[in-house]
């Protein structure tokens, strides 16, 4: 009557050898294929033992990471921990994503911008703009088109489904406050935070998914087909066209639509409302024109590479995070700088800077400031924001027949009135200022005393005499400027 004791003490005991035996076994040899655990991590890797290691206990450190990722069924065990905590209470096991209403997921960064926490100030958000429109009408004088882009923030975009301890919007945010400034400033802009806000309602199908962090596949189609005919439209051409004829759903995203729920290594993705997947394509006509983008931004633009933006371009640069230059990065990570700043924007006509509202704070990534050093140069003389040029311009709107000629121009070049006005209130101190280095040059020219000590200092700087007269003129003719700046 007992026989059946040790032979349920032995089915138990081999359980637990088997508990014990099969994670070593599938640790060793990876018997059973499992899918690896994803977002951004460094796995660790079996160190080599030496008495100075041991000693010192890198050894044991290392020892102990690598056993705690590379034992059997760690993927798997990982998993079904992250499910039971997200599914029982609610818990994302990652800092940086935080559960909403509804089964909502948010990024920590778009929360904060959404309070105001990343908030810069007007000062800085203004010295941005100065900088901006400097840069965008010396790039107009080379027919280059400068644009800055505003994607929107999951968490604007939702803030109904915000936990209630974050719903609140703050006061003062830069999502409000850099869209305003542009405007203010005349600099090209398409804020596609407002766009998303207009179409919320309307929207045929979602414009962020619950499981994802970026704009959802549809609404980066949308994004797109705007960029390309807000291009056509500044540069007054015809691009290849972007559409699409058929719109696949369902319930189970992908790609970035579910960036967020990836990253959480769960058992398996919430189900949620139907999304929507266009079959795209790009449709070029024979003349159709092609030019040339150089992007700075964020990974939402970087979406739109999926989309074959390239395709639509003569020649297509992406700097992401003005750190790493695509498409050169999907072989192999080269840095923004080892590029040439100036041969880049020699080298294409349409320039973007793009924010999502998180990344307002630091709009540009130091783009904006190099761009602008590089730009000034001898230009230091003709910005745009200089009384030089503001009092110029104030001439010009008063009289009548230039201003026949400038609305005349703005229409030819498929600009507006005001943009032509800084040209041309550019163009003319230039000519003037050209004069006065003319004059100041013959003057220098028929002074003996001054060009004998001007052989001299040619002499010690190896240079011809000509360059130096031509200097000196520069420098008579910049200190008559700086009076009137």
């Known amino acids: 009557m007992n026989q059946g004791k040790p032979i349920t003490r032995y089915f138990i005991f081999s359980c637990l050898a088997l508990l014990f035996i099969l994670p070593l076994v599938q640790g060793k040899f990876g018997i059973i294929k499992l899918s690896p655990l994803k977002g951004a991590f460094v796995p660790a890797v079996e160190d080599t033992f030496s008495s100075k290691k041991w000693f010192s206990g890198e050894y044991q450190n290392h020892t102990e990471k690598y056993l705690n990722q590379a034992f059997g069924f760690r993927n798997l065990l990982v998993r079904i921990n992250n499910q039971l905590d997200f599914s029982i209470f609610n818990n994302t096991n990652l800092n940086s994503v ?14 904060k911008a959404y309070r105001g926490y990343d908030y810069t100030g007007e000062k800085i958000a203004n010295e941005d703009m100065r900088q901006l429109k400097f840069i965008q009408t010396e790039l107009a004088l080379m027919n280059k088109t400068l644009i800055v882009i505003f994607a929107p923030g999951k ?6 489904y915000l936990p209630d301890s974050c719903s609140k919007e703050g006061d003062h945010t830069n999502y409000k406050l850099y869209p305003e400034l542009v405007e203010k400033w005349g600099i090209n802009n398409v804020n596609f935070r407002k766009y998303f806000l207009d179409q919320k309602k309307q929207s045929a199908y979602p414009l962020f998914s619950k499981n994802g962090t970026h704009w959802s596949e549809y609404a980066a189609c949308l994004v797109m087909d705007s960029l390309i005919s807000y291009i056509d439209n500044m540069r007054n051409i015809t691009m290849p066209h972007f559409k ?6 369902s319930d189970q995203d992908t790609g970035f639509d579910n960036d967020i729920v990836n990253a959480m ?7 949620h409302e139907k999304m929507g997947y266009p079959q795209t394509s790009i449709i ?8 040339s983008i150089l992007a ?14 390239n395709k639509v371009f003569s020649g ?30 020699a080298d294409h006509d349409v320039i973007v800077i793009e924010a999502t509202e998180s990344n307002l704070n630091a709009l540009g990534w130091g ?6 050093d590089m730009l000034r140069g001898d230009s230091h003389r003709f910005d745009p924001t200089s009384n030089l040029i503001v009092n110029q311009e104030k001439y010009i709107r008063s009289d009548k027949n230039w201003m026949a000629e400038i609305e005349k121009k703005a229409r030819q070049n498929h600009i507006s009135t005001d943009s032509m006005i800084i040209l041309d209130a550019i163009w003319a101190k230039r000519n003037e200022f050209d004069s006065k280095v003319q004059k100041a040059y013959n003057e220098i020219k028929n002074n003996i005393a001054l060009i004998h000590r001007l052989e001299i200092k040619a002499k010690e700087k190896n240079t011809s005499v000509d360059t130096i007269i031509r200097r000196e003129a520069i420098c008579v003719a910049d200190k008559d400027y700086d009076k009137m700046r």
């Open 155 to 160: 968490a604007s975009y939702y803030p109904e």
């Open 265 to 271: 290594n769960m058992m398996y993705n919430p189900i």
């Open 98 to 111: 935080i559960p909403g209403k509804n089964n909502y997921l948010f990024t920590y960064e778009y929360i």
């Open 296 to 309: 700075v931004g964020d990974s939402y633009f970087g979406t739109l590479w999926y989309l074959n933006i």
């Open 367 to 372: 783009f904006i400031g190099n761009l602008y």
């Open 244 to 249: 699409w004829n058929n719109i696949a759903e």
């Open 316 to 345: 297509y640069h992406f700097s992401y995070y003005n750190q790493k230059m695509f498409p050169e990065s999907f072989d192999h990570e080269i840095n923004t700088d080892q590029f040439s700043l100036k041969k880049e924007i």
């Open 284 to 291: 070029a006509e024979p003349d159709n024109i092609k030019p």
